[in-house]
């Protein structure tokens, strides 16, 4: 039985190229921990980033989490899905770790554009985003980088 489905943990930097991982757990870490899922989260992030920055790290690693859609309630007379029950919570094989939108290099973007539909949908979320990253935190986030 699990008691409950997600952990978020601090974890040692040393020799890790991550910020964050999520882990779906198998059916002996399950086991052991009781729980469906595992967030790693480098110390450094907990220690020295700003809170906004730690919850878009978090809230990342979140959306790698995703629950399958179950049965699909049909109406008779229409034949159309009028709505998708959710797949069983308590069952292992109902979650899955969802891959990123779009996984592009800048280069390529630099030349062709907005040539995928991924790659279009995560730009139209960059231009409605709230905040727009200054050269000045990109520059900061360097110095920090360095002085690690
Ligand atoms: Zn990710």
Known sequence: MLRSSLN???????????AGKCKKCSSFERFL????????????????WSMDKL???IDHELCHIQR???MEV??????K??????AKKSDPDSWYLRDHDVEEFSDVIHRHGLWEHGVEKFAEAVRNADYQMTIYDAKHESEMRKAQ
């Open 81 to 86: 899905v009028i709505r998708r029950e959710w």
């Open 68 to 70: 399958k859609t179950g």
């Open 8 to 18: 978020i943990t601090p974890a040692m930097t040393g020799g890790v190229d991550w």
């Open 33 to 48: 921990t009781g729980m469906m899922f595992h967030i790693f989260i480098i110390d450094t992030a907990f220690e020295n």
């Open 74 to 79: 049909i109406n008779p007379e229409t034949g």
């Open 55 to 57: 919850e878009a790290l």
